[in-house]
């Protein structure tokens, strides 16, 4: 039996399920939104300022310094590109980029890691295993390297002006597709120097024994043939029995007085 008034009621939990189903929904809307307006701004013209400061302020310089970046040639995907860009750069800044403390270039690149850092929200994840996919040792100077942190900031903010979940594409097969390359070229690139430094100075002390021992053998045939000169000298000349020379000293030994 059915208790009087209770047919066509609700459970109260039935209300309230769906009471808390429609805050969810209301709530994961705020935050898609707050996430969305979050991501188009982070970048702003002052971050890039100070990048185009640090650039200005290096000393122009034929030194080089070894680091790892995305092998364009091998990720064409300008999204994949800057997606594994975006995680080389934090390890730069951390680990390569470095200036003397509370100086006008440290706090940039402060404000650089703390702004990378708010950036991962806008990021998804890929595969670990594709960490070192497209990338290679790079040897340039240290403008050359500002020049492309620059770049990948500047990107990155122009990307996502246009779609703020733009970076949520899956790139795993682009990675993948260059990751046997990237190792390869990786080796190369790391041993090409490694391989010229050793041949530099393998063949400088060759080149110098070489000349030492020309240099030694020239001085001891000089040595030599000076030494037998002055022999020569003091020693009188033979002439053959016979010769016209002897026979005109004989005819004057021969004639009168």
């Known amino acids: 039996m059915t208790a009087p008034g209770a047919a066509g009621r609700c459970p109260p939990t039935t209300w309230l399920g769906s009471l808390l189903l429609l805050v ?4 994961s809307r705020s935050i898609t939104e707050e996430v969305s307006e979050y991501c188009s701004h982070m970048i702003g013209s002052g971050h890039l300022q100070s990048l185009q400061r640090l650039i200005d302020s290096q000393m122009e310089t034929s030194c080089q310094i070894t680091f790892e970046f995305v092998d364009q040639e091998q990720l064409k995907d300008p999204v994949c590109y800057l997606k594994k860009a975006f995680l080389l750069v ?3 800044m951390e680990d390569t980029m470095r200036f003397r403390d509370n ?6 690149i402060v404000q ?9 929200s806008c990021f998804t994840k890929d595969y670990e295993e594709h960490d070192k996919a497209c990338v290679r040792t790079f040897y340039e100077t240290p403008l050359q390297l500002l020049e492309k942190v620059k770049n990948v900031f500047n990107e990155t903010k122009n990307l996502l002006d246009k779609d703020w979940n ?9 990675f993948a597709e260059c990751s046997g390359q990237g190792h390869e070229r990786q080796r190369e690139g790391s041993s090409s120097p490694q391989l010229q430094e050793s041949v530099f100075h393998l063949l400088v002390p060759s080149v110098i024994l070489v000349l030492l021992a020309v240099g030694g053998l020239l001085f001891y045939r000089r040595r030599r043939r000076s030494r037998q000169e002055p022999q020569r000298a003091d020693s009188p000349l033979e002439q053959p029995e016979g010769s016209p ?3 005109d000293e004989d005819r004057q030994v021969e004639l009168p007085v």
Do not use: G
């Open 24 to 27: 969810c929904l209301l709530a």
């Open 90 to 92: 934090q390890d730069i």
């Open 103 to 108: 100086t006008p270039n440290a706090i940039a």
């Open 112 to 120: 650089l890691q703390e702004l990378s850092l708010r950036l991962k």
């Open 166 to 174: 733009i970076f949520s594409k899956n790139c795993n097969n682009s």
């Open 245 to 247: 020379l002897t026979q």
